[in-house]
């Protein structure tokens, strides 16, 4: 089992390498590079929402923050672009912690408001502050990416770039999953008056989950910033925030390859879709609606739950075993 | 016995659950891959659409095709300027191509929603210029949007026409973007030149919005007053403001002769309305907001009674094309026409017109053509090209009679 996997990561790896250098078609590159950011940002918002089961509605509000802190400082103070990101992690940790702390001490319904309240407060700032974010009218060449001289302008060169961070973020977001907070993180999604009963700081938990979520939704904005060229507040409005939740949804709560395999269908289906010109958004959300109803745990749970039931994941075993009972109600 | 039976049905049922859930996906993927196969050969089947079949019935016979991008908001925040806007293209194409097409090819068109979103614009017009078969691009029409699309299609090298008005798309020098609506700059300079030259203004009041539209506007009407040396007081006020009367009272005071209001819809029509409740009684001209259907029905007839408007594209133009237009529209799609269909209607006129005068459809020939035009006419004016690739270079002033539109004069200003 765990053979098949490996190779089967392998094989998706060595795809992914190469799929740039076989398809030259720049749209389909710039595609792949925003799949790598919002795999990022999804598995961010996974740590709160998913894990720690805090409905964090303002991933818009934390996207926008990152984002436009590092176009601001390129283009008003003329900084080197690469320290954009770690002012991004700067910015998503006063957010996590900023936010988090007043927030995260109410409970349910609460802190969907008070996230939400952030990122509309985020976007009418960003919009009305004329002078300094360029209101509606955004903030224009924004520099692209470079290290050590090397120019990262052409979606070939970023798409390398953000893979690997994409595989970074990736690895570190499954290692926290699997680690002691991971475990915590889950406890208090399930019954949090227990995790208290057993000594454990629950709302410090949820601020450090909080946190992580927003250091990589900055992360995340950093990249599309330096992506797109242009940004301007109008994108970063709720219905953003409300993709991502969908993205994590589609894939898999808790799961990073769920939030993975989310986040590469929510942002490529609409765009293989377009051949439907003037259906395509009303098929993508049938789709989307069917994916909700049938698989309520996301496309991950496909696998982990065949895992679980026959030991191993064989379908060839389970379509035997299906075969097997629908011949013996023919039979009848 | 019985609950060996029981058992085993609740295990048939989980194996029958797990089936259906690899059905359900794998009938999912291949959804997925055909869809995807589908996307690949789709661009040139799915796009042509009625006028081939219309055409084909007629028997005429095309050498080939010209396709031509459109990307506009179908969905999204402003859905109907999105409808509005394909059915004006479409209507034109249809047309073009009874006629005979465009260098005896047929004419068809490659839509892209943009969803008025920077990064689902970005998508949009990627895929229409990774098409090499695309010759030029029609939208993305807001200024944002063209903004976020510009370095894409200027590296793609694809000419594209769009409806952004604001003058901040002067200064990003994209040679390949060509403007099909006066800059918010023309049409303030011609409310400023209108009341100083017609309405004989010796002092103007300025009332301006505190946002980017609104401060430009000022800008410039400021800097032709003082040109021609004639004095001026402005007041400002912010979007979502309720209470003008501060504002108003010291236009009022300062005995101007003639107002010019420069804001947003809401705010258009509140300004209307207060300076008809504190008695202004003095000649208004205001920006394109209060010529719009949405912002006359917020406002009371009598308020607005003799109110002038700088604007583009009205229906009640007595033009004989416009009405001609008008009337061809409503009877295509029962309804009426806006800006949006009749710009992208005139303006899809102007890029066959830049494609015959290129001679072949292509990106780089069409652009100098585009960039070349000089006195094509179009239903909002005519289309002559400056060095900032704007096309049109007059405005409209329409007078506001019993809440409609008039269109009293023509004013241009120079092809710079």
Known sequence: ?332 | MKKVETMSAHCATTVNKSWFRKITALVMALCLTFSYGCAGNSQSSGTSGSPSASNAAAGKKFDGKITIGVSAGITGSIPMAGERTLQGVKMAVEEINAKGGVLGKELVIEVADDQSNQSVVINAVNKLASNPDVVAIIGPHLSGSVMAASDTLKKAKVPFLSQGTSPKLRTIGNEYLFKIRPCDAISAEVAAKYAVEDLGAKKVGISYNNNDFGVGGKGVIEAYLTKVGIPFVSEGHNSGDKDLTGQIMKLKNENVDAVISWTDDAESALTARQFYELHLNKPVITSTATSTKQVLDLIDEKAVEGFYSVCDFVITDPSAEVQDFAKRFQAKYGIAPDQYAGNNYSVTYLLADAITRAGKADREAIREALASTKGVKGLSGTYNADSNNELIHECKLVQIKSKVPQVIKTISVDVK
């Open chain 1, 1 to 332: 089992m765990k053979k098949i996997k490996i190779a089967l990561m392998v094989l998706v790896f060595v795809l992914l390498i190469a799929f740039p250098m076989l398809d030259g078609n720049l749209y389909h590159q710039q595609l792949m590079n925003q799949v790598f950011v919002n795999i990022i940002v999804v598995m961010g918002l996974n740590f709160i929402t998913g894990l720690t089961g805090q409905m964090n509605l303002g991933t818009a509000g934390i996207f926008a923050l990152g984002a436009y802190a590092s176009a601001l400082m390129c283009t008003k103070l003329h900084t080197p672009v690469w320290i954009g990101f770690p002012i991004a992690i700067l910015v998503g940790f006063l957010i996590g912690r900023g936010l988090g702390y007043p927030s995260l001490r109410v409970k349910g319904v609460y802190l969907s408001l008070t996230t939400i309240g952030f990122s509309e407060v985020v976007r009418l700032i960003l919009t009305n502050a004329i002078d300094f974010t360029g209101g509606s009218q955004g903030v224009q060449n924004i520099p692209f990416l470079n290290l050590f001289g090397f120019e990262f302008n052409t979606p070939f060169k970023i798409y390398y770039l953000y893979f690997g961070l994409a595989i970074i973020l990736a690895i570190a977001a499954a290692r926290v999953v699997s680690s002691k907070w991971g475990r915590v993180f889950k406890a208090i999604r399930d019954n949090s008056d227990a995790v208290e009963a057993c000594g454990i700081d629950v709302a410090n938990l949820k601020i450090l989950a909080f946190t992580m979520a927003a250091i990589y939704g900055c992360i995340g904005g950093f990249l599309y910033t330096h992506m797109m060229g242009y940004i301007n507040p109008t994108a970063f409005n709720q219905d953003l925030s409300v993709n991502y939740l969908v993205m994590m949804m589609i894939g898999g709560i808790g799961s990073v390859a769920g939030n993975i395999l989310g986040a590469v269908m929510v942002t490529l289906l609409p765009e293989i879709l377009r051949f439907m010109q003037n259906y395509y958004w009303l098929i993508f959300s049938i789709i989307t609606l069917i994916f909700a109803v049938f698989l309520p745990n996301g496309i991950v749970s496909l696998f982990k739950k065949s895992e679980r039931q026959e030991k191993h994941f064989n379908i060839f075993h389970s379509i035997k075993k299906a075969t097997e009972v629908w011949g013996g109600r023919l039979a009848k």
